[in-house]
């Protein structure tokens, strides 16, 4: 029988037109991506795009983070699946590399909904990956859809009651104490439809100090309004009490207790244990969509969004008792708003056919941020600061594909965005340290598509970006509190070119892009001798050059293979401070060379077994390249089958073995850390297991 490809192209057999002057033939199922906003099939797509579906999100996955769905994704790279408080750190072709902790550079949206803030963060958090059935993946800058840090974007749709009917329940167990529960019911009953899903997860970590708790839900309800019209809601709701954060270690540590924390090794004000390092969140969100199909030639959507977050974090250091420091707590509480609105028509011009979408974002984010002084002992000394923090973004953009002939379309668009940063300042202890800053930005693209046969397409693009400074980053690092004068946004110039295509006879898709993008004012972060939080500062120019491979094999029956290669180059071009010059030197916190390949095996009904593994290359702690982090291969392996118990009803239990052989390696580093401590160690092997019941 045949396979659905895992690859990131992921086609199922069809026929397409053919192209002119030649015979109809058997082809494959015109693939639709919408992450770039205009709907296109995949070999209209002048872009980079990969489209990762539900079975390789879902078939023996924990469900847990991102790496699991997105591994066979070339270009994107992704570290700290263990520490819930730093978040995974994501990276697609470079961009998103500069912290250690959350997502910088990349745009992130569920469902419609922009996860990524006017300022330029974003969290994973929320993001309800039981619930997921599709993630696409625009690798490389994207200005022109989404604006502000769009140097990639991670795109998640999640089940609706039309594609998920039914009810499932999933209870998962494993190493470090883990364990998962998850729940979901959907269904479709005249023009109401709604999906739901719950998940409740704890784990004891495999460090010490890094135990976890955490609640979810998402839930979709539909209302078919008429033939062309509906309206969804949709809440997301995030309960996360506890995180605990072990903190990194310095080459002594590691050596010493890779499981443990700087306890260990007597530093008394770095203490995550006694300090009790952490977070907590309480997270919800309310959206809202209308779409009109026959909204005059074209069609009309139309998108609103709420979210509040309260948040708290104790860092993993002790504050002075004698001086106000920094300020080792943070807390906030979060409103978050926004809408959008999209119209797309399809039309002639000078008698070729012309798609093209036009639309707004606009988006607001008020923060009431606070920071106290907090001894070792956990008692809170002294306000450091207490601010009001808000961030408003404004834009305007659109975008056309016309199609020169059967073969060939030209892809051109345009955005235009007003960011503004406001600080009210209400702790004046230190004198009024409020401000604000507005930036102006227009962003371009241009591609050009040439599909040379049915099923293969070659393609050029490109096109800027630009991320703005987020409110953390905008930290002055003199101490006088405010914006930092001299830090200006990060701009971007990407230029790639593409092939992909599936020979359909014998089973194998490819897609390989080639890329070069070169960023100005690079935004990078240091740390200053004596204060535990990172700062940041441009780094004159840098250049992210690569090549990106995904292959797809479907070589027997039952038997395939998926291989995802990724050669790249990041460097510092132009970086020059009061330590050194870096030119020429890598960017720290990259590996420039990723290899993953997943040999499937699937039998008989759910009968299924994935071999993985995985090639991280080596790459640097610092911007001066002092400290090295070797290369390392690792291997996972999962497996599962499945029982039809009635007509109805469906047993599933699959089991999944992570780092398969025992290889030390790091979770994620810590860029120009201070005192050496750059090392977040990852679990030895690990396994987990799990039964799903579905009715």
């Known amino acids: 029988m045949p396979r659905r490809s895992l690859a990131p192209t992921l086609m199922t057999p069809l026929l397409l037109l053919p192209a002119a002057g030649q015979a109809a033939e058997l082809a494959l199922e015109p693939l639709t991506v919408s992450a770039s906003r205009l709907e296109r099939e995949l070999y209209a797509t002048p872009a980079a795009v990969s489209v990762v579906d539900d079975e390789p999100i879902a078939q023996g996955q924990s469900r847990e983070r991102l790496n699991e769905s997105l591994a066979t994704v070339p270009g994107l790279y992704l570290q700290n699946r263990h520490n819930f408080v730093q978040g995974e750190r994501v990276s697609i072709r470079g961009f998103g590399a500069r912290t250690p902790w959350g997502v910088r550079g990349i745009t992130v949206r569920v469902d419609g909904i922009p996860y990524t803030l006017p300022d330029g963060q974003a969290q994973l958090d929320a993001i309800d990956l039981d619930g997921a059935r599709r993630i696409e993946i625009i690798r490389g800058p994207a200005a022109v859809q989404y604006g502000n840090a769009a140097g990639g974007v991670i795109d998640v749709t999640t089940a609706d009651g039309e594609s998920d009917p039914g009810t499932r329940l999933r209870v998962e167990g494993g190493s470090d104490g883990y364990r998962k529960l998850a729940l979901s019911n959907g269904g479709v009953e005249g023009p109401w439809s709604h999906h739901i899903s719950v998940s409740a997860l704890?784990?004891?970590?495999?460090?010490?100090?890094?135990?976890?708790?955490?609640?979810?839900?998402?839930?979709?309800?539909?209302?078919?309004?008429?033939?062309d019209r509906s309206i969804t809601a949709i809440v997301n709701l995030l309960d996360n009490p506890r995180s605990e954060d072990p903190g990194a270690l310095d080459e002594e540590g590691v050596g010493e207790d890779r499981e443990g924390t700087l306890d260990s090794l007597g530093y008394y004000s770095y203490?995550?244990?006694?300090?009790?390092?952490?977070?907590?969140?309480?997270?919800?969100?309310?959206?809202?969509?209308?779409?009109?199909?026959?909204?005059?030639?074209?069609?009309?959507?139309?998108?609103?969004?709420?979210l509040q977050r309260d948040f708290e974090q104790q860092l993993?250091?002790?504050?002075?008792?004698?001086?106000?420091?920094?300020?080792?707590?943070?807390?906030?509480?979060?409103?978050?708003?926004?809408?959008?609105?999209?119209?797309?028509?399809?039309?002639?011009?000078?008698?070729?056919?012309?798609?093209?979408?036009?639309?707004?974002?606009?988006?607001?984010?008020?923060?009431?941020?606070?920071?106290?002084d907090v001894a070792i002992d956990g008692e809170h000394l002294?306000?450091?600061?207490?601010?009001?923090?808000?961030?408003?973004?404004?834009?305007?953009?659109?975008?056309?594909?016309?199609?020169?002939?059967?073969?060939?379309?030209?892809?051109?668009?345009?955005?235009?965005?007003?960011?503004?940063?406001?600080?009210?300042?209400h702790y004046l202890a230190d004198g009024d340290n409020g401000g604000d800053r507005s930036f102006d930005q227009w962003s371009g693209s241009a591609g050009l598509s040439y599909r040379y046969l049915p099923n293969h397409q070659a393609y050029l693009s490109t096109g800027t970006a630009y991320e703005t400074p987020t409110f953390a980053e905008f930290a002055n690092p003199t101490g006088v509190g405010g914006?930092?004068?001299?830090?200006?946004?990060?701009?971007?110039?990407?230029?790639?070119?593409?092939?992909?295509?599936?020979?359909?006879?014998?089973?194998?898709?490819?897609?390989?892009?080639?890329?070069?993008?070169?960023?100005?004012?690079?935004?990078?972060?240091?740390?200053?001798?004596?204060?535990?939080?990172?700062?940041?500062?441009?780094?004159?120019?840098?250049?992210?050059?690569?090549?990106?491979?995904?292959?797809?094999?479907?070589?027997?029956?039952?038997?395939?293979?998926?291989?995802?290669?990724?050669?790249?180059?990041?460097?510092?071009?132009?970086?020059?401070?009061?330590?050194?010059?870096?030119?020429?030197?890598?960017?720290?916190?990259?590996?420039?060379?990723?290899?993953?390949?997943?040999l499937t095996w699937q039998g008989l009904g759910e009968r299924f077994a994935t071999l993985e593994t995985r090639y991280v290359g080596s790459m640097f702690t610092d911007d001066a390249n002092r400290v090295k982090v070797d290369d390392v291969w690792l291997a996972n392996l999962r497996a599962g089958d499945g029982w039809r118990l009635d007509d109805d009803t469906m047993l599933k239990a699959y089991v999944g073995v992570q780092n398969l052989f025992d290889r030390e390696h790091y979770d994620n580093i810590a860029i120009n850390a201070n005192n050496g401590r750059y090392f977040y160690t990852a679990p030895d092997r690990s396994v987990y297991a799990g039964v799903e019941l579905a009715f």
């Open 271 to 306: 203490s995550p244990t006694r300090i009790g390092a952490g977070q907590s969140v309480d997270q919800q969100l309310l959206g809202l969509e209308y779409e009109d199909l026959a909204a005059g030639p074209g069609e009309l959507t139309l998108r609103g969004f709420y």
């Open 483 to 598: 914006f930092n004068p001299d830090l200006e946004p990060q701009k971007a110039w990407n230029r790639e070119i593409g092939l992909r295509g599936n020979f359909v006879d014998a089973g194998l898709d490819y897609d390989v892009a080639l890329f070069s993008t070169r960023v100005r004012d690079s935004l990078v972060s240091y740390q200053l001798e004596g204060r535990d939080r990172d700062f940041y500062r441009n780094a004159g120019r840098s250049r992210q050059d690569g090549l990106e491979v995904a292959l797809g094999w479907q070589f027997a029956e039952d038997w395939r293979l998926d291989s995802a290669l990724t050669l790249a180059r990041y460097e510092f071009q132009d970086y020059e401070d009061e330590d050194g010059n870096y030119d020429n030197h890598r960017i720290p916190g990259l590996p420039e060379r990723t290899w993953v390949n997943q």
């Open 202 to 227: 704890g784990m004891d970590g495999y460090r010490d100090h890094s135990e976890v708790e955490k609640y979810q839900l998402n839930a979709k309800l539909r209302r078919e309004l008429d033939a």
């Open 316 to 372: 993993a250091y002790a504050g002075p008792r004698s001086t106000v420091g920094v300020g080792n707590f943070v807390a906030y509480e979060r409103d978050y708003y926004g809408g959008s609105a999209e119209y797309r028509q399809s039309l002639t011009l000078g008698g070729l056919p012309l798609s093209y979408v036009a639309g707004v974002d606009v988006a607001r984010q008020e923060d009431e941020r606070y920071r106290d």
């Open 382 to 425: 002294r306000r450091s600061a207490d601010e009001t923090q808000t961030a408003t973004s404004i834009g305007a953009f659109a975008q056309g594909d016309l199609a020169l002939t059967d073969r060939w379309t030209l892809s051109l668009g345009t955005r235009f965005d007003h960011t503004r940063f406001d600080i009210d300042d």
